[in-house]
């Protein structure tokens, strides 16, 4: 197999599969920063289940973190994949480097202020008398390595748009393996417990940004990165199209909040902590579906950037079409898998009964509608690649709209539970508004519309 591809000539199915599969098993691994901390976090003795609950508090500041790495890769990477399409190398250089600065000037300026922001934003997430310890204490080393975390998510999206997806996946095997290693030693043989999983997740971390590092500067990528003029016009626009993805991973971060709260506040004193512990374990489980699905749809958005930008109509089209069927695809297996097996994954968690009897039907009611959800993700992110962003982000913030205006009404209506039952609507109902938007768009599609 070639180590790059021409995203210009080669078949389109192949180049689906050469781009989506390393980009699947790329953001699968990446998934597992979150899922194995959580894990050895669940199965502390004593303090497990508790504990737990303390990090799913602390997620939507990983997610905010590390949603502008998205703003910027996504943003950046489109747009130079349009321009190398159209030949404009030096311009595809100049994209490079200023993404490169906004993206380190970005991640220090977040440390700063998410270190003396935390203590405030974890108890307006929901974090309990009993869950704030932990909380604090996993979120304070994670925020002091996060420049790591946003860089190499950044830059990873330029190692893939240029060819070289089995390159951006080693460098997130190389974390999450570490992590694996490391949490096990840190947290058991160490006796370090949540801080010790904070420093696992820091140092792995690091350790891909390094490996991104060496090879963006090295000899073997086509555009690296050089020494450019700093353009607030390249930049500008570069944040122009990665505002969608943006606000879709950073809205994750609200949707996380409001379901923190609302479990907190319907389930009481009794059924408060226990509730946000399934919730946790439900959304290390989606990240299993959301993860490797993210990795079809946005890691083959270079193939349709490319190709618009070359004016190839048959190419753009057919690539959609390979790519909507492998997503969907994708999700009917996790579909079959979240109804007779997840109680499995549940078993990595916790090896409460109870907890385990409640975490398996969140599962399994808040999975019912992740094929539809295919068909918005693909919408969403090839609309992006064509740089229809006010519509991808439109039809993005509908399915978080949608789905907060369900949990906070459906418990109103039924009872706390009944909460997980809000990403099944959103799922059905913006799954299938988005695939309508999307291919009435593509139909009336023309070319020469991408803006300089």
């Known amino acids: 197999m070639k180590r790059t591809v021409d995203l210009g000539k080669d078949n389109i199915f192949s180049l689906v599969l050469k781009l989506a599969l390393p980009s699947m098993l790329a953001q699968f691994v990446n998934v597992?920063?979150?899922?194995?901390?959580?894990?050895?976090?669940?199965?502390?003795?004593?303090?497990?289940?508790?504990?737990?609950?303390?990090?799913?508090?602390?997620?939507?500041?990983?997610?905010?973190?590390?949603?502008?790495?998205?703003?910027?890769?996504?943003?950046?990477?489109?747009?130079?994949?349009?321009?190398?399409?159209?030949?404009?190398?030096?311009?595809?250089?100049?994209?490079?480097?200023?993404?490169?600065?906004?993206?380190l000037g970005l991640s220090f300026v977040l440390t700063i202020v998410f270190l003396f922001t935390k203590g405030y934003l974890l108890n307006w997430f929901g974090a309990s008398s009993e869950t704030f310890v932990y909380a604090n204490r996993y979120v304070t080393i994670y925020t002091l390595g996060a420049v790591f975390a946003i860089f190499s998510l950044g830059m990873n999206y330029f190692i893939t748009c240029q060819g070289f997806a089995g390159t951006a996946m080693f460098s997130v095997v190389i974390g999450a393996l570490t992590n694996i290693v490391l949490d096990y030693v840190f947290v058991f043989k160490l006796g370090m417990e949540v801080p010790g999983a904070a420093w696992a997740t820091v140092i792995s971390q690091m350790l891909s940004c390094c490996w991104?590092?060496?090879?963006?500067?090295?000899?073997?990528?086509?555009?690296?990165?050089?020494k450019q003029p700093i353009s607030a016009?390249?930049?500008?626009?570069?944040?122009?199209?990665?505002?969608?993805?943006?606000?879709?991973?950073?809205?994750?971060?609200?949707?996380?909040?409001?379901?923190?709260?609302?479990?907190?506040?319907?389930?009481?004193?009794?059924?408060?902590?226990?509730?946000?512990?399934?919730?946790?374990?439900?959304?290390?489980?989606?990240?299993?579906?959301?993860g490797p699905l993210i990795g079809i749809t946005t890691g083959t958005q270079a193939i349709i950037s490319y190709n618009y930008g070359a004016q190839n109509r048959e190419r753009v089209m057919t690539a959609v079409k390979h790519i909507m069927t492998l997503a969907v695809s994708f999700c009917a297996v996790m579909f079959v898998i979240s109804r007779v097996a997840p109680q499995y994954f549940v078993l990595l968690f916790t090896q409460n009964e109870r907890a385990v009897r409640l975490a398996k039907w969140s599962i399994q009611?808040?999975?019912?509608?992740?094929?539809?959800?295919?068909?918005?993700?693909?919408?969403?992110?090839?609309?992006?690649?064509?740089?229809?962003?006010?519509?991808?982000l439109f039809l993005s913030l509908f399915r978080k709209f949608t789905f907060v205006a369900m949990t906070l009404l459906l418990p109103i209506l039924f009872n706390a539970q009944a909460t997980f039952y809000a990403e099944t609507v959103a799922d059905s109902v913006c799954g299938l508004l988005s695939f309508y938007v999307f291919t009435n768009i593509l139909k009336s599609l023309h070319f020469y519309e991408y803006s300089n």
């Open 32 to 103: 597992l920063y979150n899922i194995v901390d959580r894990m050895f976090i669940g199965n502390i003795p004593n303090i497990g289940d508790i504990a737990l609950a303390g990090v799913g508090v602390c997620s939507p500041i990983v997610t905010m973190l590390t949603s502008f790495g998205s703003l910027i890769g996504v943003g950046g990477s489109v747009y130079m994949a349009t321009k190398m399409g159209r030949g404009d190398m030096q311009k595809a250089k100049e994209i490079m480097y200023n993404s490169f600065v906004a993206l």
């Open 212 to 226: 991104i590092m060496r090879f963006i500067f090295g000899k073997k990528i086509k555009i690296k990165v050089e």
């Open 233 to 290: 016009a390249v930049i500008s626009k570069i944040c122009k199209l990665g505002f969608s993805p943006f606000i879709i991973l950073a809205t994750d971060s609200i949707i996380l909040i409001i379901l923190n709260t609302v479990l907190q506040y319907h389930g009481g004193r009794e059924m408060g902590d226990k509730l946000i512990s399934a919730a946790t374990i439900v959304q290390s489980y989606m990240l299993m579906i959301s």
């Open 365 to 392: 009611a808040y999975t019912l509608g992740i094929i539809i959800m295919a068909l918005q993700y693909e919408s969403v992110d090839a609309l992006t690649a064509l740089g229809k962003t006010k519509v991808s």
